[in-house]
């Protein structure tokens, strides 16, 4: 029996991910704030009674540590703990009323992934050399090369991607395998919003089919889709001043003063 514990569960990435793990019939503990759309979810899945949801924000760690350990205890063996909860909003650091922003989404994108793997490393420990556990952070091709409009975005995916690279080297040899996957641009709610052209948009049911498969795998690091890996290359291949010459200009995503 595969368990799965997924944080931003209720929509989106996280909610599909859902579906195909319980499709395959993993067991499933879900986390995110709305009691109501985790429910709705955990009955549209197969082996609805089997799964457990926990309404919690991610940002409480205290909170969030007693579902882990709820779902632990109900479950026994975990084998894949996913950090997806994350927020995507435009930050401009000239407005003073954005450091709060900036403060919200590396506490959701960077911290809560580190509380989220946190309560179930040393337990995994234990059985991890024989049991398959994997540890998946969800990065952003944002991470890789600064965004104009998305500074808190940018960083905050940058930091859960080196981060996620600490601790696969930290935990090598462990037997928990540590996955990072950097999603290019997928069609979610988080997505539909954006003001400007967003090449190769993946549907997110073809997202998720391939985030299993590199779960599955034990991949240390993956972009999704494969094209904007290519494109992620290059651009972290670009000297700065033609990165600059060609982003200065490129339209951004509203900041929360502005949506």
């Not at 799964?51 to 205290?62: G, P, Q, R």
């Not at 350990?69 to 995507?88: E, L, Q, Y």
């Not at 179930?120 to 059985?127: E, K």
């Not at 930290?170 to 979610?188: F, H, K, M, N, W």
Request: hydrophobic residues 45%.
């Amino acid at each position: 029996m595969t368990t799965v514990f997924i944080t931003g569960a209720s929509s989106g990435i996280g909610a599909e991910l859902a579906r195909r793990y319980a499709e395959q019939g993993a067991v499933l503990g879900l986390v995110a704030r709305r009691q109501d759309v985790l429910e709705q979810l955990r009955q549209s899945l197969p082996g609805a009674d089997q799964h457990y949801i926990y309404a919690v924000d991610v940002t409480d760690h205290n909170a969030l540590a007693s579902a882990a350990n709820d779902f632990i205890r109900k479950v026994g063996r975990v084998n894949v703990v996913i950090a997806n909860a994350g927020v995507s909003v435009g930050t401009l650091t000239e407005h003073a009323e954005d450091i709060p922003v900036f403060a919200r989404v590396i506490e959701t994108n960077l911290i809560a992934t580190v509380a989220t793997f946190s309560p179930f490393i040393q337990v995994m420990q234990a059985y991890a050399k024989e049991y398959p556990c994997r540890l998946v952070g969800i990065g952003s091709v944002a991470g890789i090369r600064g965004l104009p409009g998305a500074e808190a975005y940018s960083a905050s995916k940058a930091a859960v991607i080196s981060y996620c690279e600490s601790l696969r080297v930290e935990l090598r040899g462990s037997g928990i395998q540590v996955v990072t996957i950097a999603p290019g641009y997928i069609d979610t709610p988080m997505t539909r919003d954006n003001p400007y052209p967003m090449p190769f948009l993946m549907p997110v049911k073809a997202f998720s089919v391939a985030a299993l498969a590199a779960i599955g795998r034990g991949d240390s690091y993956r972009v999704i889709p494969w094209q904007m890996g290519v494109v992620a290359k290059i651009l972290r291949l670009l000297p700065n001043f033609l990165y600059d010459a060609v982003f200065a200009k490129a339209r951004r995503k509203p900041r929360a003063s502005e949506t």
